[in-house]
């Protein structure tokens, strides 16, 4: 049990810059008390204590803010950042290494006896406000957005948005398959903006809005191009001075790599 709560201490430091030090987090961070109190009522449950562990689980509630069934079944390195009204159900499962902020609900759909809240696989962090419904899968290493609403299975490595949530991306999948897809992302890079996954789909005005700065960005390059072709062709003089690049957006291309248009005009 020592071994799990120093893990569970250890692991803040990895995921949260503000923390300082040992005592600090074992003394006021709320994440972990919900945690340590879980892991004693979870014990308490399995040996059949269970109106015992109902009630400490109440007093965790009101000390803590976070509500966590004692039957859920908590991995490793579990991190309950910040916390208030997160809600656990009874039979959700989470493994190792994962991350909930606050406002999450991992809960159910059904009033039917049984498995009715999600299983989180390894690695998995959700967002603040997120709700995962459910007897679902979330894949290890998937990314859940604040405010989402999943109520589908989540593939590995998947990144989750919207009501309903939509896959916006997909860590480990191949570069973009259409040809207006491949634009953008070239687009973008060029510009030092890295856009965020989305999909034609998804409801996001906030991706679609960009998608049509990229595409306006991208035509707008084109017809600077011919507008230089054509005044050379007419005798006029264009200057072949670079453009600076953008400061601190990292950009990495070589001189007159992907910006012959720029630097014609």
């Not at 959700?92 to 498995?115: F, H, I, N, P, R």
Request: charged share 25%; net charge negative; glycine share 10%.
């Amino acid at each position: 049990m020592f071994q799990r709560l120093r893990e569970d201490i250890g692991c803040v430091f990895d995921r949260d810059p503000a923390a300082r030090n040992h005592f600090e987090v074992l003394t006021s961070y709320p994440g972990v008390h919900a945690l340590l109190m879980h892991r004693i009522n979870h014990w308490l449950w399995t040996h059949r204590l269970r109106w015992l562990a109902r009630f400490f689980a109440l007093i965790a509630r009101l000390l803590t803010g976070i509500e966590i069934h004692p039957a859920a079944r908590l991995g490793r390195r579990f991190f309950i950042d910040h916390g208030l009204g997160v809600v656990i159900g009874e039979t959700a499962e989470v493994g190792d290494d994962c991350t909930l902020y606050q406002g999450v609900t991992l809960g159910g759909t059904s009033w039917q006896a049984g498995k009715r809240h999600p299983t989180l696989g390894d690695d998995v962090v959700v967002g603040a406000g997120a709700k995962v419904l459910g007897p679902i899968s979330v894949g290890a290493g998937a990314r859940i957005g604040s405010n989402a609403v999943v109520v589908k299975d989540v593939p590995e490595h998947a990144t989750m948005v919207g009501i309903p949530a939509r896959v916006a991306r997909i860590a480990s999948e191949a570069p973009p398959a259409t040809e207006a897809d491949q634009r953008r992302a070239e687009t973008a890079r060029r510009i030092g903006f890295e856009a965020y996954g989305a999909t034609q789909d998804m409801p996001d005005p906030v991706a679609n809005a960009i998608n049509s700065i990229l595409d306006h960005v991208h035509h707008t390059d084109a017809r600077l191009e011919e507008m230089c072709a054509a005044l050379r062709a007419l005798g006029g003089e264009v200057s072949d001075s670079r453009i600076p690049e953008l400061q601190g957006c990292g950009m990495d291309d070589e001189p007159g790599e992907g910006r012959s248009s720029s630097a014609e005009s």
